[in-house]
């Protein structure tokens, strides 16, 4: 393992073939807590898998992060979340530039919900670099995958009560020996066979039709009473 405590040197000699990237935030933690845990847990986090990794490069962890949500409370910085997408690709690039193609991210505050479609976009736009996610199902334990995602019985299901006309036969079900993070890596042309990830022969238009009402109330009930409170807390929108 080299971090950037090596020198260009060392770090050269040392040819590492994977990178780690972790990411953290700034932010508060209650009275208890310092702004800089999330930073502080992702660069803790960081050592201990480039430890088992070996030959790798770790990298310090990124300080800030996506906390919008924090921002009313003193201590906190944020970055946009377009910011932060731009400060992994800058880094990733870096890296591949250095001949580095296999770099893992992870995340140790869950508002850094940009990292996904960032790694899923540089995989798809720099197809010569591998980026993951830190955490997944495990295939050789074959640990609990998600079932229907995508085209499966859900949205047959749907289709079938809605416009039962635009629905062609059935794609044969299919559930892929992995997590759906693969999307982020190869896509669905790589990871389904069809396009569809699930169980389309598993379609039941009538429970969707006994589902949808009470779903739809329920998100109404929330849309209304969510404005309500909102305007409690924060006064009404000027007309």
Known sequence: MVTVYNTSREIADADPDIAVLPVGSLEQHGNHLPVATDWLRADDMGRRIAERLGNCYLLPAITYGNSQEHMDMAGTITLRPSTLALVVEDIVLSLRHHGIRKIVIFTTHGGNWVLKPTI?????????????????PLLSEREKMPKDIHSGAGETSAM??????????RSPDHSPPFGQEWNDYVGYGTSTETGAWGEPSKADPEAYEANIEAAVEHRVAYIRETFERLDELLGPLEE
């Open 120 to 136: 899923r976009d540089l995989n798809f736009r720099y197809p010569d670099i591998r980026i993951i996610h830190a955490d997944g």
């Open 160 to 169: 079938l009560a809605m416009r039962p006309d635009l629905v062609k036969g």
